[in-house]
């Protein structure tokens, strides 16, 4: 998951989780100011009831009851129950309320209860020396209503408000990000055909501005790097090559000399077999060491894999003449443009030809069969073979300078071939994945980037 999306996310959650505790919070506070305002209401009811109940000249508490329908009207299920005094356990089990409102009744003379949306209001009344209980129930129905629709709002207005937070998140983090975007589309222009270009720095004096600074010394650091390495490189292909060839050269004209003894032919014979192995193996390092930041010499052009494979067939059979290398084209894929490549046709070349080569060798000149292929995003290269194969513990070393496998002692090399051939795939922005077994033989899967045009 991208970090822009992650930061919206979790923006979004926090200021939701703000939002919902603040929507609790008012629908808590507005249900205990309803249910108290309704529960005030219930007692004026109650305590009307009460003193009418008191009164002793009976003709007027015809006016209480007037009063009451006149200036409060009736609740919804409202009832009244006017008890004596001392409420018996029987009468407190035809009630049907809990010993702790009995309790807290009297305890204040007065007790509030709230059960399936009915409220419940008892009150001790006394006057003149007399005293009742009287126990009031009602529903609330508006209050109800009003808490229902309080509720509805904050579920909907909280649902929008999510979605607006989403939303200018989202903006807000891309915004923010835009300069690392940039950034890390700089970078990505940046290999080693380029080495010189920097990003661009703004005078921001932030982190961004910290961070495209890290770079542009990365870069400095990498470009002093690969040119100092492509100084040493450059000599040490032609230093290295005159003393071995003056070697070579003695060791020859040592072995041309008429009667020299034995022993001293056989040590010209050891001198020119050594000098001439050291000769290869120097090549193929330096050839390997190039392929580590090579391509400014090198010309890059868009190529097509099809004629590079036919070039490769045809330097395997200069090589070795008695191949039994065959190139499947039944797989190319009917767009052409999936076949157009852009790189280094010398070392691709070579690449390839290393491991066709490789193939022939390990399996004795048994057939060795390639297919072209492509997908959505790669151009897709198959080689195999039928030789000794490779051991599933060793699998993983092939590509590892100077790694030889365990059962390839008749077989003449030096383990340079594979990584070099691995480091320029790599160059090219492509991946290789081997599959083998042993006895069987080996197939080397090769996946480079065609051209998107």
């Known amino acids: 998951m991208k970090i822009q999306i992650k930061i919206t996310l979790i923006f979004t959650a926090l200021t939701t989780g703000i939002i919902l505790a603040f929507s609790i ?18 007692e004026v009811r109650t305590d009307i009831i009460g003193h009418a109940a008191l009164v002793e000249n009976k003709s007027l508490t015809s006016i209480y009851y007037a009063i009451k329908e006149r200036h409060f009207r009736n609740l919804p299920s409202e009832k009244h129950r006017v008890l004596p005094a001392t409420i018996t356990p029987k ?52 209050g109800l209503a009003e808490m229902n629709n309080l509720k509805n709002i904050l579920i909907i207005g909280s649902l929008i408000a999510m979605i607006f937070v ?3 998140g989202r903006l807000f983090s891309n915004e923010v990000f835009k300069p690392f975007r940039r950034i890390i589309r700089n970078v990505k222009g940046i290999n080693a055909l380029n ?39 450059s000599n040490a292909s032609h230093e290295f090559k005159t003393p071995l060839t003056v070697i070579s050269g003695e060791a020859q004209l040592g072995l041309s000399v008429s009667g020299l003894p034995e022993a001293a032919r056989d040590s010209f014979q050891n001198i020119y077999r050594e000098s001439e192995r050291l000769e290869n193996l120097t090549s193929s390092m330096l050839s390997l060491a190039q392929t580590g930041f090579d391509g ?33 084209f039944d797989y190319l894929p009917d767009d052409d443009r999936k076949l157009v490549l852009n790189g280094n046709k010398t070392l691709l070349k070579a690449a390839f030809s290393n491991i066709v080569l490789n193939s022939c060798k390990y399996s004795d000149n048994k057939p060795v069969h390639i ?9 897709i290269i198959e080689i195999s073979d039928q030789g000794i194969g490779i051991p599933d513990r060793e699998i993983g070393q092939i590509f590892v300078p100077f790694f030889r496998a365990s059962n390839t002692e008749k077989y003449k090399g030096y383990g340079i071939g594979l990584p070099l051939a ?26 480079l980037p065609f051209c998107h045009f």
Do not use: C
């Open 25 to 42: 919070f008012i629908y808590i506070v507005a249900s205990k100011s309803i249910s108290a305002s309704f529960f005030h209401r219930l």
């Open 91 to 142: 009468i407190k089990k035809t009630i049907h309320l809990p010993a702790s409102f009995f309790e807290e009744l009297d305890r204040r003379n007065t007790s509030q209860f709230f059960r399936n949306d009915t409220s419940y209001v008892g009150m001790r009344i006394g006057k003149a020396g007399q005293q009742v209980i009287v126990i009031s129930s009602a529903v609330d129905l508006y």
């Open 371 to 379: 297919i072209i292929r492509a997908d959505q995003v790669y151009t």
């Open 195 to 233: 080495l010189n270009q920097r990003l661009i720095i703004d005078d921001t004096k932030d982190d961004v501005e910290n961070l495209s600074r890290t770079f542009n010394d990365m870069l400095d650091r990498l470009e002093i790097t690969f040119e100092m390495q492509n100084n040493f490189v």
């Open 296 to 328: 400014k010499r090198e010309q890059w052009d868009n190529l097509r894999i099809d004629e590079l494979i036919l070039s490769v067939k045809e330097a395997a059979d200069k090589i070795m003449p008695d191949n039994k290398v065959e190139i499947n």
């Open 166 to 168: 989403f939303t200018f």
């Open 422 to 447: 691995h480091n320029i795939i790599r160059l090219h922005q492509g991946k290789v994945e081997v599959k083998s077994r042993v006895g069987e033989g080996t197939q080397f899967i090769t996946y």
